[in-house]
């Protein structure tokens, strides 16, 4: 080992160890051998600008740089040197320096959001912290160095977009009074993806992905005939459900089960807990007869309804029970090629649903009638049980040769996993 690198050594491990005064030494034994050397003189710069000697660590940070011009790291620290000495443009020219250099550097772009923070220059700011975040890993990733810039700067571009989102709220308020309620609601959505404070939510299918029909998250019960008698018999449905959770608790199964050693995601607390569970009438595609045979009115009503039948997909069919103080985590589900129904029964104070950017809460007796395939989540915040019967249909933006080929390319993809030799 030269003596160089020897030394060199020295000062790394005295750096690890905070032994400031030490390592400081060692860099100067290094120096005094290559007068270039960039680590040494950076780290003679920094321990200068700690110790409040700005012209000295400019100087050497400033040879640093000659020796490795264009390393954003230490044109970072000579902007840093520069706004401890009140040279505002200097600072500038630096972090734009370290992001010529390197366009998504992290700190740079926090130090350039920061500077126009404190130039008073919020819209500025908010643009910087926005590439920023968007630089940024998830937050779980967040160096801890930086964490607090990113909260920061998290916090000041969701204030924006809500200040934003309120002012587009505000021009548009007379214009969207002439809306029906799904464009109002459409256009509100619009303001809110273009203020940043949202996000579009696609249609994303774990099984059949039907392309080119629309993400809508909620379709309005006026587009289905057989609502107003489905909604006319909730108190006959509640009845049997009642009867069922009084007499057939056992038939009452988990929702979420995975097999062991299956990945569960976001499913982790709820898998195999009774916290979420189902008492199912059809269960992809098949009809489980012996709960049917104890829900007779149940199972009329859903004879009048337009129930998607997809091979080894639908029918499904059941009464989902959400325990108090339970939250079904955002998910997706398997097809857009059908629309998801829930009648509901029994709703306490404090239930929720959202899907994609809409936010409902369930009313007794009055359907909801969604696109599963769009990400949604639901909670019960309230201390008492919350149960909706649940059911597939047809998405109705699908003719009848389009329903058969539905079936065909399920059936064959079936065929394919199951049936077909390897």
């Known amino acids: 080992m030269s003596e160089l690198d020897r030394w060199t050594e020295v000062a ?38 700690q110790r409040g000697r700005l012209d000295e660590a400019l100087q050497a940070l400033q040879a640093s740089n000659a020796v490795r011009p264009g390393d954003p790291g230490i044109l970072l620290a000579i902007s840093r040197v520069y706004r401890e000495r009140g040279e505002v443009e200097a600072e500038g020219r630096a972090i734009a320096d370290s992001l010529a250099a390197e366009p998504y550097f992290l700190p740079g772009l926090l130090a350039k959001a920061e500077l126009h923070e404190r130039l008073g220059q919020p819209k500025a700011a908010v643009a910087a912290y926005r590439n920023a975040l968007k630089a940024a890993p998830p937050e779980p990733h967040w160096p801890p160095a930086l964490r607090p810039h990113l909260h920061r700067g998290s916090a000041l571009v969701q204030r924006y977009g809500e200040q934003l989102a309120a002012y587009l709220a505000d021009r548009s308020g007379s214009r969207a009074q002439a809306l ?40 309005e019960r006026s587009q289905f005939p057989w609502v107003d008698a489905l909604e006319s018999q909730t108190e006959a449905i509640t009845d ?64 009048t309804v337009d129930q998607a039948d997809i091979g080894g997909m639908c029918p499904n069919a059941m ?22 129904v829930h009648l509901p029964l029994i709703v306490p104070e404090g239930c929720s649903y959202r899907v994609g950017f809409e936010h409902r809460r369930w009313t007794v007796g009055e359907a909801l009638i969604f696109d599963d395939s769009i990400e949604h989540e639901a909670r019960n915040d309230s201390d008492e049980l919350r149960v909706v019967l649940i059911f597939d249909i047809w998405n109705p933006l699908l003719s009848e040769a389009e329903r058969e080929m539905v079936r065909l390319l399920t059936t064959a993809q079936r065929e394919f996993v199951f049936e077909v030799g390897a």
């Open 12 to 49: 790394t491990r005295a750096a690890s160890e905070a032994r400031w005064a030490d390592a400081e030494q060692a860099w100067r034994r290094v120096l005094a051998i290559d007068p270039r050397q960039p680590q040494a003189l950076y780290a003679l710069g920094m321990h200068a600008f």
């Open 180 to 219: 029906g309620s799904f464009e109002a609601e459409r256009w509100r959505e619009a303001g809110a993806i273009l203020a940043g404070t949202s996000q579009p939510y696609p249609s994303v299918c774990n099984q059949l992905q039907v392309p080119r029909l629309p993400a809508i998250p909620f379709f």
């Open 240 to 303: 049997e459900l009642r009867a069922v959770m009084a007499g057939d608790q056992a038939g009452f199964s988990p929702y979420v089960a995975y097999a062991p050693g299956t990945p569960v995601n976001q499913w982790r607390e709820l898998n195999h807990s009774r916290r979420w569970s189902s008492y199912k009438l059809w269960d992809n595609g098949r009809p489980v007869d012996d709960h049917l045979a104890r829900c007779p009115r149940t199972a009329e009503a859903l004879g």
């Open 319 to 340: 009464f989902s029970a959400l325990a108090p103080r339970t939250h079904i985590p955002p998910h997706t589900g398997d097809t857009n090629a059908r629309l998801v």
